[in-house]
């Protein structure tokens, strides 16, 4: 099994960053991909970011120039720096770890920081 603890949410102004942290523990090995969706009120989960296993990388077009994934392989854990923010950012912030193999997939789930950006 994998675990995910998110972190660095919080309350922000528009214009400002903050940084988010995801750090995985468990059978890591399995994974192939892990990534950051977020789920504001009355709204359905969407991706903001993914990175591979070999660091390729794709972001929601909102985000775009404004969010930065990345990963640090030796402490198992997976970022995401977000600049410029919106009040339209703000959501729920999800860590999602992805295992894909010929038998199916399995996503594992983080227990969610709040991020909110004021106008």
């Known amino acids: 099994q994998v675990q995910l603890v998110e972190s660095g949410g919080g309350l922000v102004q528009a214009g400002g960053s903050l940084g988010l942290s995801c750090a995985a523990s468990g059978s890591i090995f399995t994974i192939n991909t892990v990534g950051w969706y977020r789920q504001a009120p009355g709204k359905q989960r969407e991706l903001v970011a993914a990175i591979t296993s070999g660091g390729s990388t794709n972001y929601a077009d909102s985000v775009k120039g404004r969010f930065t994934i990345s990963r640090d392989n030796a402490r198992n854990t997976v970022y995401l720096q977000m600049n410029s923010l919106k009040p339209e950012d703000t959501a729920v912030y999800y860590c999602?770890?992805?295992?894909?193999?010929?038998?199916?997939?399995?996503?594992?789930w983080g227990q969610g920081t709040q991020v909110t950006v004021s106008s």
């Open positions: 999602n770890a992805r295992r894909e193999t010929v038998w199916g997939i399995v996503d594992y």
